[in-house]
């Protein structure tokens, strides 16, 4: 099969991969759209421990069965493969497990990831394509149910309902977004400011979320005015900014991962009791909410998703490390896709 | 009155002081007991700097109304003075009050502090000393509203019943040993690790509080293994023992603020979710559930406390500071005690 291969910091390489395996319990997906994560950027910076190349990324995907049980369905992959049996598991926090693996990730078990024409995955692993939502966007549902697990666990902690809060998202990435559109299309909440340095994306952003969109030294952004802030991008500037921002008794909810450590401000944390929540992947119900939610369209239009072919995957890769792209989401297409992707609604997208 | 006064860095001055004034809906206090709290250490270290001398520190008291509405009776202080009427006062977080003050606290307004025979304060912050609980001790109820406070927001994020929780307790001064008695004593967990490199202040603890008392090197303070941690020290060491020790989706409470800021793992916090709670004072709630508590006698013997002069409190500061001291607390004593305090009970506790 052809891959997209991290190779090394800054370099991927399209080149023929040996196949996946079959192996009992699994199937085969051929991938029809797979997405590009901030965490394959992470990777791609070489700054992620735990993707070493050479490696396939991409954990984003949906596709056709190729290969076992669903054989010629239409799929979602969750690509959060989990032990299935240790307290988390039973206890429906699937993503705490301690055995987790990703798709696209070297430890603790090396599992190729999905920018590749096939990819293997548990069957318990595979979901159905929901009806209404597009096989090419559909890889979207992955970083959905990240934004809605940071939502919801974020509403779990607040003191007053999520619609009457004053919001604050920090980066127009699609996690940033993502969180944007959860909170105002499905909590209702009316006060949201987004923040970007890039321009760019805040345009696109804008669009299709009804916030205030600004730049970091915007005066919108009040000191200790937001009930809960979505940190997306995790950079120590990014948690400075969080921590004055964030209202005394309210709640920052850190997603991004740029800076795995840095300062943090604990005098105001302290004195104004402030909730920090880490928060990484989704539990198997927050996924099965996510394909409803796309199913229904409850998000609006995902037409601020740009599609690019594999093959010139290491040039979407540099655009987005440069920032010359705006779009909040990339998604990468293997095959062609006149030949390959049947759904007529799509094949009409395609020419538009 | 007499007062013990804060001079400057690390100096104390028993001396001659300007009695309050009695003013519009306030009360002047004969101040019985004023306990030594870690806060007023801070201070004392020239740490805070909402404490600027010259400042009479002090904000853990009991004693009797000697001008005012309640004159005569015996009473404990709410030293949190709060507006009364902003967003967070009515909706019963008025600890988060954006115009709160603190007894012995220079900023946002002055307010002399209770090391002194006497003190003022509104009306609204006097409870009755409740039955069974003497007025010497009394003090204890401001730092035990404080670990009661943590415990319970603590025990409000928690994923499953903290009867069944795993406890590591950082710290073996008052705070530390308090969360400890309510956990264990009250929220009945009987897995509870605390731990303080003082060894004698350990020993006290571990009389009263059924726990594993353990120095910092301990090898039963396992990684990734506490549901939640309660960090009373708030050092960067002690925040990177905490994150260390916390189980994947684990929550940390800090509460104590000796290094205002510093590095934290945010890459654990993330990857793991991890909640992190800072947290300070109390509600006007848990005040009155703490008054309970003690007139319950709940968290058992207080014998753990010490009593000093305030004349000599310069010399409890300084046994605080260089580590001499075993006491989780000192109170100290303005008046006599045999002249002074006249329950029986109490007089026959003195000569004990």
Not at 72 to 94: A, F, M, Q, W
Not at 225 to 246: H, K, M, P, W, Y
């Amino acid at each position: 099969m052809h891959a997209l291969v991290y190779t090394g910091t800054e370099t991927l390489v399209y080149r023929e991969e040996k196949n996946p395996i079959l192996k009992n319990g699994e199937s085969i997906i051929k991938v029809k759209a797979s997405g590009i994560c901030g965490s394959d950027m992470h990777a791609y910076h070489g700054k992620d421990e735990r993707r070493i190349p050479p490696l396939i990324l991409g954990h984003e995907v949906s596709g056709t069965v190729d290969e076992g049980k669903f054989k010629g369905k239409e799929v979602v992959l969750n690509p959060l493969i989990t032990c299935g049996h240790c307290d988390y598991c039973s206890s429906n926090r699937e993503h705490l497990c301690e055995r987790r693996i990703i798709l696209g990730i070297s430890k603790p078990m090396e599992k190729q990831g999905s920018f590749a024409e096939l990819v293997s995955i548990p069957d318990k692993n595979i979901y159905e394509l929901p009806k209404g939502l597009d096989i090419k966007e559909a890889p979207i549902a992955e970083p959905t149910a990240v934004a809605l697990h940071a939502v919801d666990l974020g509403e779990s902690v607040l003191s007053k309902p999520i619609n009457e809060c004053k919001v604050l998202v920090i980066g127009g990435g699609a996690i940033g977004l993502l969180c944007g559109l959860i909170v105002s299309k499905i909590k209702k909440a009316e006060e949201i400011v987004i923040v970007d340095p890039n321009k760019k994306r805040l345009n696109v952003c804008s669009k299709y979320l009804k916030a205030d969109p600004v730049h970091p030294n915007s005066p919108k952004i009040i000191n200790n005015s937001f009930d809960i802030v979505f940190d997306t991008v995790g950079l120590e500037i990014t948690r400075q900014d969080a921590i004055e921002a964030v209202k005394p008794g309210g709640t920052i909810i850190h997603i991004g991962l740029t800076q795995p450590s840095g300062q943090f401000d604990f005098r105001k944390a302290t004195l104004q009791e402030i909730t920090l929540i880490g928060t990484y992947c989704y539990t198997n119900k927050d996924f099965e909410k996510t394909l409803d939610i796309l199913s229904n369209k409850k998000i609006g239009s995902l037409d601020w998703i740009e599609f690019r072919d594999l093959k010139n995957g290491a040039d979407a890769f540099k655009e987005i490390h440069n920032g010359s792209c705006s779009a909040p989401k990339i998604i990468l297409l293997p095959w062609k896709l006149n030949n390959n992707l049947t759904q007529p609604t799509f094949v009409i997208r395609i020419f538009l």
